[in-house]
Structure formats: structure tokens, C-alpha cells
């Protein structure tokens, strides 16, 4: 069974220049999160989704953060513009309730100089 | 605010030796906790869970404990391997399944 998907694996821009991450969860997993983590330190969550709907936001800087999950299976997140306080990896897990396992991906690594 | 708490930061050791890790948490109202492994470079790989109701879990040479009461779970890696070497992060979720995560422990197993 293939694992959770990103692309791409690193990324790096300039400061002011939008990006965007896309992920693709496992097959059936109705729910997909998306984290950063900044270096050193644990992940931390940006948004939930059930099937198409986002239903915890509270952490997504939404001046400059957008996500979206079309049909409920992929989704993208995409930052415009980017600063570099963004520089981090950006990590997308799913999971398929009841289950509270989560599983993630492998990342995005992100440098903004 | 809940938080969670890792400790140590960094840990190097010789291969063999049986080692622990620990993680605190303010908020005792758990509904569950994970333990994860992460590879320099890698995504998260979930080693165990264990559920509020439980005391332990155990997978080949890891055991973990959750102490609820106190805030506190260990895990445990007997006679440690180098291919152990990764970061471990512990999280704990509440009543939704958004995890908080610690800051990790670094390991390091030498030959």
C-alpha cells in the first residue's frame, strides 16, 4: 500500500515569491492535516480536513496561507507571499477515523532566503 | 496552554545499553499518546499509541508506560542498535485528533 505522498521534497525561493505544496493522501483516508515544523522543533498543526471540509483552522496564518482538498483526496497548500520565517518543513499526514493512528509523509523542505 | 515536554534534548550512547525517554504533558486530560520516530530528512513513523485507558504498549524491543495522573510517559528501547539512531517525538491528543507535539529527543547509538 503506497504511503502518503509530497511533492516536491525541497523548495527553495525567494522571499516574496509564492509557493505551493501539493500532497496526496493514502488511498480511503476521508482525513488529511497538514503541519510545520520548524527546525528543532515538534510539528505543529496548520488544518484539518474531513473529506473536502476544513474543520480546524486555528493555526493557518491566513494573510498569506491558503489550502484546499478538491474531491477529498489531494490537497494543496500554498503560501503568497512567502517570508522567511517560513523557512520549515511542511508535513501532510491522513488518517482514516475511527483510527487516531496518523501517517505521514515524507515532507516538504522549505528555504526561503 | 497544553504542552508537551521532552526530555532529553540529546542522547548518545554505546550500542547495547537499554535506554529511556521521557515526556510530560501540563493537561492530564489525554485521550491519547503517540510516540514517533523521525529519520533525518524523513517523514514521521508512528511506533506506538496508547489509548487514555492504558498503561503500556509493546512493540519487539520498545515499551511504552503513560502515567496520566502524573503527565508523564517513558518509552523505553532495550539493548539499543545504531539503526535506532532517528529523533523521537512524543504527542498527545485530547478530544479532537489534532496532536500536540514535543520538541523530541535526539538519539544517537555508536558502534
Known amino acids: 500500500e503506497a504511503g502518503v505522498v509530497q511533492s516536491p521534497r525541497y523548495k527553495i525561493i525567494e522571499k516574496k515569491q509564492p509557493v505551493a505544496f501539493w500532497c496526496n493522501p493514502i488511498?480511503?483516508?476521508?482525513?488529511l492535516y497538514w503541519y510545520r515544523q520548524n527546525l528543532g522543533q515538534g510539528p505543529e498543526l496548520l488544518i484539518r480536513y474531513e473529506n473536502e471540509e476544513a474543520v480546524d483552522d486555528s493555526q493557518l496564518p491566513k494573510d498569506r496561507f491558503s489550502a484546499e482538498r478538491l474531491k477529498g483526496v489531494d490537497s494543496t497548500l500554498k503560501i503568497q507571499p512567502a517570508e522567511l520565517g517560513d523557512s520549515a518543513v511542511y508535513l501532510c499526514a491522513s488518517s482514516l477515523p475511527p483510527g487516531p493512528e496518523q501517517f505521514f509523509g515524507p515532507g516538504t523542505r522549505l528555504t526561503v532566503l | 496552554k497544553q504542552e508537551v515536554t521532552q526530555i532529553p534534548a540529546a542522547l548518545s550512547v554505546p550500542e547495547g545499553e537499554n535506554l529511556v525517554l521521557n515526556c510530560s504533558f501540563t493537561?492530564?486530560?489525554?485521550?491519547?499518546l503517540q510516540w514517533f520516530r523521525q529519520d533525518p530528512g524523513k517523514g514521521l513513523t508512528s511506533l506506538l499509541l496508547?489509548?487514555?485507558?492504558?498503561r503500556e504498549q509493546t512493540s519487539g524491543r520498545l515499551n511504552a508506560s503513560l502515567d496520566k495522573s502524573s503527565g508523564r510517559s517513558t518509552l523505553y528501547i532495550a539493548a539499543s542498535q545504531p539503526g535506532d539512531s532517528a529523533t523521537y517525538l512524543c504527542?498527545?491528543?485530547?478530544?479532537?485528533?489534532?496532536?500536540?507535539f514535543g520538541t523530541g529527543t535526539r538519539l544517537q547509538v555508536f558502534p
Open positions: 504527542a498527545v491528543s485530547y478530544n479532537t485528533d489534532k496532536l500536540i
Open positions: 493537561d492530564s486530560a489525554i485521550y491519547n
Open positions: 488511498s480511503g483516508h476521508n482525513t
Open positions: 496508547i489509548q487514555s485507558s492504558q
